[in-house]
Each structure stands twice: as structure tokens, then as C-alpha cells.
């Protein structure tokens, strides 16, 4: 038995990571309406896209990998004598990209294909690679390793916060806003993924200093009895914002593993400028 673990660009891994343990990746793209494609890969410029994105009249739309992307993935990995696949995906409540891969997976012969769904994203959906990359190296089978990611899947969690819902409610990423849309003025809204794997309203602040103390309450009230924990800053285009929050938490929480990490083109062009997370994994994962 030989296995392999690969997901989608969305994990957002570091490029280091990628190359150590040669994870293949499902690149995501998002295209504007000028025609201008960006493909989630490690060439990708974020200023340019921002950029790009503040200019365009429009909403960008994201693409899922194709089956066919899948499939080719799947078939290398076989023919390079893998007899399993972890494949680790985007929260389907926002993405097609875990069907896909599983749909993909029964087209293949000669390899078994184990997809699994993390309901959320970013870093967080990268922590479930290194993860499973840790119980390859352990010696688990498929199947245990599925088990214990779905045991982690009970303890991870992501709070959010974006400078307005306009991105999201657009993209119909959001669930629940209606009653939102109209009365935020000044407001920043601050958001949740929920166990369905979709992002859904928490509650309203009037300041991105009260967004940014809001993440932080309901993340550390949550992880406080865990004995294991990793904590992860994931930050959009605000760069100094998220490094000067990043030095806060880890003054103020010495004890917890708290990472930083960034999201890429197809999760900015749901949060749109000035969005940023704060998620955690039941594991210890390092990545700084």
C-alpha cells in the first residue's frame, strides 16, 4: 500500500510545503469579464489581482478544477504506483470542487480514490493535508486517516469579517444575509462558517478594531479546554493589519501555536478587499 495526499489550490499551502512532501495540487481560477483568467498556482501576483479586482465593474467568477484535472492527477499518481489518494477539498458549501474530485475518482480505475469534504478553507483546509501527510508517515491506513480527519472536522472552526457583503451575497457565497443587505451602512459584517460547510452572518460591528476583537472572543473562547490547538491569522490584502494582529495574539496567548497565513485569488473574490479570517485545527501545525 502506497498513499498519496493532494487537494485543492484553496488550501493555499506555502510553496516550501508543496515541494518537501510533493503534493499535487487541483489549481482553482477565477476570470473576469474582460476575459482575464487568474490561476491559483505560485506565480500568481495578489497585488495585481486586487488591483484587478478594484477596477472591474464586476464581481469575478471562480472555476472549480476540471474533472479532467482530477483524473490526469489521479492517473499519475497511479502510474507512479500509489495505490490510494487522500484527497483533501474546499468546503462544498461553496464550491463544486469536492464533487468533482469525487466524481473524478470513480471514473479512475486501478487506484482508490478517498476525497474528503473540510467545510471550510484557506489555511484551515490546509491544515488537514499536512495532517494526513503526518498519518501517511505514521503508518495509518486510508481508512483510519479518513476517520481522523472527520474526528478533527468536530473541532475546527473560522470566524470572518470582510469590509462589506456585496463580494459574497453576489457570489451567493453567503446564507441568511437578506435580512443584512440594506441596514449595514458603517457596519462590518462579521461571519461564520457553520457545520454545513456555508458561510453564514454572526453579528455586526461598527469598527474593524470591534470586527477583529469579535474573531478573537468567540476563536479562544472556543479552544480554551483544548490541549492541542493551532490558531491561524488568515489575511487578505490588509498586510500590516494582519502582521500587527498577528504580534497581538501571540502576546496575548503565549501558550497557543498561532500561525499566519494568506488566501489567494478565488477566496478574496468572495471577501473582496480588506477581508480576514481567524481559524483553528485541533492539531499542532506549523507552517512559519
Known sequence: MKIAVMADSTAYLPQDVINQYQ??????????????????????????????MASSKTIPTTSQPAIGEWIQNYEQLRDKG??????????????????SATQAGEMVEGVNVHTFD???A???????????????EQGHTPEEIIEALTEAREQTGAFLFVDDLKNLQKSGRITGAQAWVGTLLKMKPVLYFKEDGKIH????????????????ENIFKRIENMEEVTVFVINGDKTDEGHNYLKHLKETYPNVNIQYSE?????????????LGLGYFPKKIEIN
Open 23 to 52: 503534493i499535487p495540487i487541483a489549481p482553482l481560477s477565477v476570470a473576469f469579464d474582460d476575459g482575464e483568467t487568474f490561476t491559483e498556482n505560485e506565480h500568481v501576483s495578489m497585488p495585481r489581482f486586487y488591483e484587478k
Open 263 to 275: 488566501f489567494g485569488p478565488v477566496i478574496a473574490s468572495h471577501l473582496g478587499s480588506g477581508g
Open 201 to 216: 452572518p454572526y453579528e455586526k460591528v461598527r469598527t474593524r478594531k470591534r470586527a477583529l476583537n469579535a474573531l478573537e
Open 118 to 120: 473540510t467545510r471550510l
Open 82 to 99: 500509489y495505490t490510494d489518494i487522500i484527497v483533501i477539498n474546499l468546503s462544498s458549501g461553496i464550491s463544486g470542487s469536492y464533487q
Open 122 to 136: 484557506a489555511m484551515i483546509e490546509g491544515s488537514y493535508v499536512i495532517y494526513a501527510l503526518q498519518l501517511v
